[in-house]
């Protein structure tokens, strides 16, 4: 099993970006300064989540999550999976929380569109697998 963000959302960010870094071109100096700022975090954005494709594999061996910084694995015997619900400003948000048991330096945070499916479809996914809670 595996999770990355949707490849509609990479490519609409992506050329939302290009939409962007074009506007700049023809805006005036603060306006190039703007534009060019959002077209660049735009453009890292959807090149981050085209690299780090797929983001969480669940395999044999644990769970595996790519970052910017390496891999990280978590074998299923010390994994703790768990969804939280959190209301910020009137937002709901809800993220998948994974844990090494055996390492408390060890916490992945991702929500859904570093998943591309709800947090708590694969924290089920991954219970179902053997995943503790």
């Known amino acids: 099993m595996q999770w990355s963000p949707r490849l509609a959302e990479t490519t609409v960010t992506a050329l939302a970006g290009l939409g962007l870094a074009l506007g700049a071109l023809l805006a005036d100096p603060v306006g190039r300064v703007l534009l060019g700022g959002a077209a660049a975090l735009l453009l890292g954005l959807a090149a981050r989540d085209g690299l780090l494709r797929p983001r969480v594999r669940a395999d044999g061996a644990g769970v595996t999550v790519r970052a910017l910084t390496g891999t990280t694995t978590i074998a299923w015997p010390v994994l703790r999976a768990r969804v939280r619900s959190q209301r910020r400003w009137g937002v709901r948000s809800t993220t998948l929380e994974l844990e090494d048991r055996s390492d408390d330096a060890v916490l992945v945070v991702l929500g859904r ?21």
């Open 113 to 133: 569109r570093d998943l591309g499916a709800d947090p708590g479809v694969v924290a089920e996914a991954l219970h179902a697998t053997g995943a503790g809670s």
